[in-house]
């Protein structure tokens, strides 16, 4: 079995579980990462660029950026998913490289079919 993708380091682990804990309290302040330039914080902690940017690269995150000076990111159901099975990763990186939509469900990727393209077949 393998164990979680390098873009999933213990400071994201520890991140992703922070936004968590503050989203079930309803802490929407702490609930967040704050970015402005290279500088990223997480309620009074620094966080690493470079780990904000594995946790983009996860599709852990959302931005959820109001328009002001500061980019802000939150938790979304890829990263509470990854958050309970960090094996997880893995997969969410190899169904990012192969392109086309995909959804988690029961702590998996799940790909999404296109559906019938205009003449009716599926696009295969």
Request: glycine residues 12%.
């Amino acid at each position: 079995m393998r164990g979680p993708h390098p873009f999933l380091t213990e400071a994201g682990l520890r991140a992703l579980r922070l936004l968590a804990e503050a989203e079930d309290r309803g802490d929407h302040e702490a609930g967040e990462i704050a970015c402005e330039g290279i500088q990223c914080w997480l309620g009074h902690a620094r966080v690493h660029r470079r780990t904000v940017a594995d946790l983009l690269r996860l599709a852990a995150l959302s931005e959820s950026t109001d328009g002001g000076a500061l980019q802000r990111f939150r938790i979304n159901g890829t990263g509470l998913a990854i958050l309970r099975r960090p094996e997880l990763s893995h997969e969410v990186v190899e169904a990012l490289a192969r392109g086309g939509a995909f959804t988690i469900r029961d702590d998996r990727v799940v790909p999404l079919d296109p559906g019938p393209g205009p003449s009716g077949r599926s696009p295969r």
